[in-house]
């Protein structure tokens, strides 16, 4: 395995024909077997409360988990991704290991998840910013630490873009910046439309294909398999997500985004495939790069990487990016 670095670089990502992996980028998580990830001990959680935020017509819960020792830096906002489940569902192993590391971390439920209470009406990245938003000014104010997983990532984007002043890093995980530019992941997320209202077990199934990697999935045996398939189910709230990850398109705020970023790639993602995190990071000026040899639920495949990664990220100083031309 080799060592994470971070370089800081606009250039293009050009995947070697070695390794699959953008030059200069970190290159993580390269065991040839992958298991499922150990737990953390219940020991290590932290006390945590439930706020709730009113943002236009929708009620938006989230989630303060203190810091387990002193704070070490600023809170670490976490986006989630597609799925009804929300925050829980994403970062339930992976908040107190951040928690135990000397971080605050807030974890908002937007529209479309069970906690979250709306109109029902279509949901815009736009809309969901401005829940971040609400979410960090009602849990103190920023900057903060943000970081968006999936769908979770071109809405973060645009929170950076939107209100420079409450990011101070910025983390886009397996995410993309315009779904209408790539028929495969147009179609993906068509046929998902599809599945969730005619085939509901054949739409679990088509998620656990595509989040993990056919590596990890071999790994983990067939019983594993099924009990993963049942995780996110095609409640309204997931096609709602699913109409939005059809319509995302972040391309014009991308160049407006002036905290210092990483973008972490999964060279294995069957649900967004790695070439959009290299666009992304081509597209962010001064944006770091890392790729983990993982599917799409990195931090299920790879939580130990995925939290160092992350980790030694935010640990590094927050000087500005460039400014834009």
Request: with cysteine.
């Amino acid at each position: 395995m080799s060592t994470t670095a971070f370089p800081s670089t606009g250039t293009p990502a050009t995947a070697t024909a070695a390794t699959g992996i953008a030059p200069g980028a970190a290159t993580v998580g390269t065991a040839s077997g992958t298991a499922a990830p150990t737990r953390t001990p219940g020991s290590t959680r932290t006390a945590s409360t439930v706020r709730t935020v009113g943002v236009g017509r929708a009620l938006v819960r989230y989630d303060v988990h203190e810091a387990a020792a002193g704070e070490s830096g600023p809170p670490l906002v976490l986006v989630h991704g597609t799925g009804s489940g929300g925050a829980a569902v994403n970062w339930g192993t992976v908040v107190p290991r951040l928690t135990a590391a000397g971080r605050t971390v807030v974890t908002p439920d937007l529209s479309g998840t069970e906690r979250t209470s709306d109109d029902g009406g279509p949901l815009t990245v736009e809309a969901l910013a401005a829940q971040v938003i609400a979410v960090i000014e009602d849990a103190g104010g920023g900057p903060v630490d943000l970081l968006g997983f999936s769908m979770g990532a071109p809405v973060s984007a645009a929170v950076a873009a939107l209100r420079p002043d409450l990011v101070e890093r910025l983390v886009l995980v397996a995410g993309w910046a315009y779904t209408d530019g790539d028929e495969y992941l147009r179609n993906l997320f068509t046929l998902w439309q599809r599945l969730g209202t005619h085939d509901p077990a054949g739409f679990g199934r088509s998620v656990t294909m595509t989040g993990f990697s056919r590596r990890f999935l071999n790994a983990i045996g067939r019983e594993e398999v099924e009990a993963l398939i049942p995780n996110m189910p095609p409640t309204p709230g997931t096609l709602r997500h699913v109409a939005l990850d059809l319509e995302v398109d972040v391309r014009a705020l991308l160049g407006r985004i002036r905290a210092r970023t990483l973008v972490i790639g999964c060279a294995r993602d069957a649900t967004v495939p790695v070439e959009h995190s290299r666009a992304l990071h081509a597209a962010i000026d001064g944006s770091a790069y890392a790729e983990i040899d993982a599917g799409h639920v990195v931090f299920f495949e790879q939580e130990d990487v995925f939290v160092r990664t992350v980790t030694d990220f935010v640990a590094r100083p927050a000087v500005p990016a460039p400014a834009g031309p």
